[in-house]
């Protein structure tokens, strides 16, 4: 059973950047697709980007292609999601998620380990 613990999240401008990071314990991590997921307030959490367990495949919400890039480091047992060119609409606690799925999935229903999230707030 992996254990998942975000980090990185923070106040940013828009415009700005930010890395967000996913430490994996408890299972072999390379066993697992993982996702990055965000929710507001009153919505349900909504897809942001996964990534397969080799980490040579990976696909994006539409809303954040182009600025947002996924990418793991199984030696490190980590994932990361690299946010640029953020807007105010980013703004959400992203979670990330796991499971042995492959390739990996944009459905949340599909993951069945979940960070504790971290908050990411844009200015604008």
């Known amino acids: 059973q992996v254990q998942l613990v975000e980090s990185g999240g923070g106040l940013v401008q828009a415009g700005g950047s930010l890395r967000l990071s996913c430490a994996a314990s408890?299972?072999?991590?390379?066993?697992?697709?993982m996702g990055w997921f965000r929710q507001t307030a009153g919505k349900e959490r909504a897809f942001v980007a996964a990534?397969?367990?080799?980490?040579?495949?990976?696909v994006y919400a539409d809303s954040v292609k182009g600025r947002f890039t996924i990418a793991r480091d199984n030696a490190k047992n980590a994932v990361y999601l690299q946010m640029s060119s953020l807007k105010s609409e980013d703004t959400a606690v992203y979670y990330c998620?796991?499971?042995?799925?492959?390739?990996?999935?944009?459905?949340?229903?599909?993951?069945?380990?979940w960070g504790q999230g971290t908050q990411v707030t844009v200015s604008s």
């Open positions: 998620a796991a499971d042995r799925i492959h390739p990996a999935s944009g459905d949340a229903k599909n993951y069945g380990y």
């Open positions: 408890g299972g072999t991590f390379r066993h697992y697709a």
């Open positions: 990534i397969n367990r080799g980490g040579d495949w990976t």
